[in-house]
């Protein structure tokens, strides 16, 4: 046993999108144990959504929880407080939420993509990938008014309709994307230098994502098929959109990159079948009950599943609101699937978790 | 090798970014930006104040019971959860502007939080008045009252000595 060293990397560093510590203890360069920290940009959200604000607008204040899974916030807080006033909100709406929950996916794993990309040290294909994610951005601009924070969602249903006009223009920009996606493949299949910090680093097998819970295209590049578009039906109907699981079974950081681009093709075909298939019916579901008894729900965001619990007592404001976000389940896989890593691979290695840090602390 | 041809020939082609202060950037027409108020259609309800996640809305009050809207485009959020709570047609609508930034001279955090307490107590103030006034309209008129059944009782107790 070689001499053991201490290397602390965050809250802030060159590598990091987000406020994350790690304390690594390395032998020579091969990381043998690893701490992590994930709470540092609490907010106080969940006991504001439960003194502050009354139910209808916690919707809007939980889509300021995170800005990349804005809308994926916003439609499980919708869900769950729909399942507290007991109402089924219009078909139309359904579909609406799951064409703004992909675009938003493919938006998500673009980045995540071009952030692994910069981490491995190949900054010209994060750069090729931050070109591309565009068009994604504009689209939900075009469907949501805004680039981020899309408040789309409200309890009851949507705020906005989908104009003929923009469906065009999505199923256009989606024809113009594909070849791109195809190129992007091609690299990040392929390309030999990203291979040497990808392939066969940072693995996690299947047994071990399975007891450390570890959830998202995390687990899926384990070969652990878990993904809850693929086991809920009551809310959104995934598979009648033509969802289909994604699964591969490497667990390294290639894996990774490979089940999120295949998940964009497939986050393609639902919004192409959603726009065919929309169904004609109102946005929104009227009422004036108030929240009562507890309600969860849960719903695939770009990172994995995500929990919402809440507890209504017939009063404006909730009981209690629950936020149980991917990440955090994700942080005892990513502690362990450090371990014998080289210590110069942690960048892309941590990249390729996709940790949202202000979905966790909240 | 085809990646090397291919940075070679990204050397002459155009950049892919918007040059944008010489070009307009991409921005759909119902983009959600300031909201916009008709003051001779508005009225009065407060819904869009209780509806307002932020805050971004307070009515204040003068001492004849006139309102006036306050609204502040830096504590806005732009998710028109207003002009969905306003019962009257075009009174409150969306714009496709985006909110300009704000100076230094406006004061826009502190000056607002301080216009916001100063509407709810100029409410509460004229809630307070309304109520004294109704308060002395009630003594008034039960005090005419009782001088009127005063007068009356009077009349009788007259009338009874006269014909006494």
Not at chain 1, 185 to 190: Q, R
Not at chain 1, 303 to 320: I, M, P, S
Not at chain 2, 24 to 36: A, S, V
Not at chain 2, 102 to 130: H, M, P, T, V, Y
Request: net charge neutral; glycine share 6%.
């Amino acid at each position: 046993m070689g001499k053991q060293y201490e290397i602390p990397v965050g809250a802030q560093h060159i590598s990091l999108l987000e406020p994350l510590h790690f304390r690594f203890t390395t032998e020579n360069e091969k990381i043998v144990k690893t701490d992590a920290n994930v709470f540092y940009v609490h907010r106080g959200i969940e006991q504001a959504c439960c003194s502050k604000f009354k139910f209808r607008q916690v919707s809007f204040v939980v889509g300021r929880v995170c800005g990349l899974c804005s809308i994926s916030h916003t439609t499980a807080y919708s869900q769950v407080a729909e399942k507290l006033l007991k109402i089924e909100i219009p078909r139309r709406a359904k579909y609406l939420r799951m064409l703004v929950i992909e675009l938003d996916r493919i938006h998500s794993h673009l980045l995540c993509l071009s952030h692994v990309a910069e981490n491995s040290g190949f900054e010209a294909l994060f750069m090729k990938t931050m070109q591309y994610r565009e068009f994604s951005m504009e689209l939900l601009e075009a469907v949501c008014g805004n680039r981020i924070q899309y408040d789309f969602s409200i309890v009851g249903g949507v705020t906005r309709d989908l104009k003929p006009e923009v469906a065009d223009m999505i199923l256009k920009r989606l024809d113009h994307f594909m070849p791109q996606l195809e190129e992007l493949i091609g690299i990040y299949k392929n390309n030999w230098t990203l291979s040497l910090k990808n392939k066969g680093v940072g693995r996690i097998s299947k047994e071990d994502a399975m007891r450390l819970n570890v959830v998202g295209p995390f687990a899926r590049a384990a070969g652990l098929a878990v993904d809850v578009r693929n086991e809920t039906e009551d809310l959104l109907p995934w598979k009648e959109v033509g969802y289909e699981m994604i699964t591969d079974t490497a667990g390294d950081v290639h894996a990774r990159n490979m089940v999120r681009l295949r998940e964009i093709e497939v986050s393609i075909r639902i919004i192409r079948n959603v726009i065919a298939g929309l169904p004609e019916s109102d946005l929104v579901t009227e009422t004036k009950a108030f929240p009562e008894g507890e309600a969860t729900v849960r719903l695939e965001a770009p990172r994995g599943e995500l929990f919402y619990y809440a507890k209504g007592n017939k009063t404006q404001v909730l009981e209690r609101l629950k936020i149980k976000a991917p990440t955090f389940s994700n942080v005892a896989g990513m502690v362990h699937a450090f371990t014998n890593n080289e210590y110069a691979s942690a960048p892309a290695i941590i990249a390729s978790y996709d940790p949202c840090l202000s979905c966790t602390a909240r | 090798m085809n990646t090397f041809f291919s940075a070679i020939g990204n050397l002459f082609k155009e950049p892919v970014t918007t040059k944008y202060p010489f070009e307009p950037t991409y921005k759909p027409d119902d983009y959600r930006g300031l909201i916009g108020f008709e003051e001779s259609l508005c009225i009065w309800c407060r819904r869009c104040e209780l509806a307002c996640p932020p805050g971004a809305i307070v009515f204040s009050q003068d001492m004849e019971g006139k309102q006036t809207y306050h609204y502040n485009r830096a504590v806005c959020i732009y998710c028109g959860e207003c002009v969905r709570a306003c019962p009257k047609e075009g009174a409150l609508f969306q714009t496709a502007e985006p909110a300009p930034c704000a100076l230094k001279e406006e004061n826009i955090n502190n000056g607002w939080n301080q216009l916001f307490d100063e509407a709810l107590d100029s409410r509460e103030k004229f809630a307070a008045e309304k109520k004294r006034k109704a308060a002395e309209k009630a003594a008034a008129d039960k005090a005419a009252a009782a001088a009127k059944k005063a007068a009356e009782e009077q009349a009788g107790t007259n009338n009874e000595t006269s014909a006494g």
